[in-house]
T-cell receptor, first 114, second 113 residues
Framework: AQSVAQPEDQVNVAEGNPLTVKCTYSVSGNPYLFWYVQYPNRGLQFLLKYITGDNLVKGSYGFEAEFNKSQTSFHLKKPSALVSDSALYFCAVRDGGGANNLFFGTGTRLTVIP | EPEVTQTPSHQVTQMGQEVILRCVPISNHLYFYWYRQILGQKVEFLVSFYNNEISEKSEIFDDQFSVERPDGSNFTLKIRSTKLEDSAMYFC???????????FGPGTRLTVT
């Protein structure tokens, strides 16, 4: 069975500093990994995905994620945090079935402090 | 930019009543999904739908739930007899045939009293 762990419920970072939101996964087969962001009272917005290829994946709003197979991790990063990045971030993995439904982590609340 | 839309944004209903949540997926997408998020918890998969039939469903998606694509644009989730524990945010998502990422609607907040 697939699983995703986001070990930090809350991450605080000062504006302008680099940010990292952690995610580790456990899958059978090749991992298809995703990051989504949820702003208050909004739906989930797709940020980026790793399917295959380069381990460093670039996505929307300046975010990137590094796929590390040996550590089974897919951490979300951004070189310089903005106050507007404050939101709830979800890591997800494609579930094993043919319909490609997503299995989500518990989410990490990122707060960027001005 | 095309987006998934959902109506209503908030639905309040009494326990035992039927509710229908509506979604309009992105027009050229082929795969459709419902997820729910109980307040403060993670997003959980309910059901996927392709080619006019259910592809997969979770344990949550019991006989009280059903989905339908009544026409070429709408995708609906029906809960036949709502329970208090059905209170949650329900998200619709869609996916194109050649991509893996799903695009989510803004959600419908269902409150069962």
């Amino acid at each position: 069975a697939q699983s995703v762990a986001q070990p930090e419920d809350q991450v605080n970072v000062a504006e302008g500093n680099p940010l990292t939101v952690k995610c580790t996964y456990s899958v059978s087969g090749n991992p298809y990994l995703f990051w989504y962001v949820q702003y208050p009272n909004r739906g989930l917005q797709f940020l980026l995905k790793y399917i295959t290829g380069d381990n460093l994946v670039k996505g929307s709003y300046g975010f990137e994620a590094e796929f590390n197979k040996s550590q089974t991790s897919f951490h979300l990063k951004k070189p310089s945090a903005l106050v507007s990045d404050s939101a709830l971030y979800f890591c997800a993995v494609r579930d094993g079935g043919g319909a490609n439904n997503l299995f989500f982590g518990t989410g990490t609340r990122l707060t960027v402090i001005p | 930019e095309p987006e998934v839309t959902q109506t209503p944004s908030h639905q309040v209903t009494q326990m035992g009543q039927e509710v229908i949540l509506r979604c309009v997926p992105i027009s050229n997408h082929l795969y459709f999904y419902w997820y729910r998020q109980i307040l403060g918890q993670k997003v959980e998969f309910l059901v996927s739908f392709y080619n006019n039939e259910i592809s997969e469903k979770s344990e949550i998606f019991d006989d009280q739930f059903s989905v339908e694509r009544p026409d070429g644009s709408n995708f609906t989730l029906k809960i036949r007899s709502t329970k208090l524990e059905d209170s949650a945010m329900y998200f619709c998502a869609s996916r194109g045939g050649l991509s893996y990422e799903q695009y989510f609607g803004p959600g419908t907040r269902l409150t069962v009293t």
